[in-house]
Nanobody, 121 residues
Framework: QVQVVESGGGLVQPGGSLRLSCAAS????????MGWYRQAPGKQRELVAG???????NYTDSVKGRFTISRDNAKNTVYLQMNSLKTDDTAVYYC???????????????WGQGTQVTVSS
């Protein structure tokens, strides 16, 4: 089994910063892609940022230039540095970790429980 745990959410004023962390543990052969998603009340879950096993990154347009995704392969951890936060960034943020199955060479995505980010004055 694989466990995924997010941390770092909280309440911040507009213009502020937060850093989210997501650590995967358990029966892990190799981690492939990792990503951060968010879901605001009444909205669908959306991809915020992703990072491949080789470090290539992608971002949704609304966070480009403000958010940075990074990963530490030695720690099976992915981070999301969020700067210049806006009220529209308020959501529950979820981490998804792709774990490679050595028998099938396919990845299965494991979700964390989510961490609340609230941007408000």
């Amino acid at each position: 089994q694989v466990q995924v745990v997010e941390s770092g959410g909280g309440l911040v004023q507009p213009g502020g910063s937060l850093r989210l962390s997501c650590a995967a543990s358990g029966s892990i052969f190799r981690i492939s892609a990792m990503g951060w998603y968010r879901q605001a009340p009444g909205k669908q879950r959306e991809l915020v940022a992703g990072i491949s096993s080789t470090g290539n990154t992608n971002y949704t347009d609304s966070v480009k230039g403000r958010f940075t995704i990074s990963r530490d392969n030695a720690k099976n951890t992915v981070y999301l540095q969020m700067n210049s936060l806006k009220t529209d960034d308020t959501a529950v943020y979820y981490c998804n970790v792709g774990v490679l199955n050595p028998k099938t060479w396919r990845s299965f995505g494991y979700w964390g429980q989510g961490t609340q980010v609230t941007v408000s004055s």
